[in-house]
């Protein structure tokens, strides 16, 4: 469950599954982003060196996919990393 939300539509399915990766967000303070501003990666360090807050790309710990009520695909923010 995250904020509330169960991601899997039933309790043995495995589908939304937890990620590092480099999430391109307008601001830190968000708790789910459109799949496609996500690029999932291997590992922590990957996440962090392909990481640009300049360019508002940070690295993170998401679980997802997940289907909005709105049919968007996206993914939810568990933790934020510095870079």
């Known amino acids: 469950m995250v904020n509330g939300y169960s991601l899997d ?5 495995n589908f ?8 391109r967000i307008p601001r830190i303070k968000r708790d ?9 990666v ?3 360090e990957t996440a962090i060196a ?5 360019e508002k ?3 993170a710990k998401v679980v997802g996919p997940a289907r909005s009520s709105e ?3 996206l ?3 568990l933790e934020m990393f510095d870079s």
């Open 9 to 13: 539509p039933h309790p043995r399915a």
């Open 16 to 23: 939304a599954k937890e990620h590092y990766a480099v999430v």
């Open 32 to 40: 789910r982003v459109p799949a496609s501003s996500v690029e999932i």
């Open 42 to 44: 291997d590992d922590l």
């Open 50 to 54: 392909q990481a640009n807050p300049d």
């Open 57 to 59: 790309f940070y690295p």
């Open 71 to 73: 049919g968007v695909t």
């Open 75 to 77: 993914y939810y923010i």
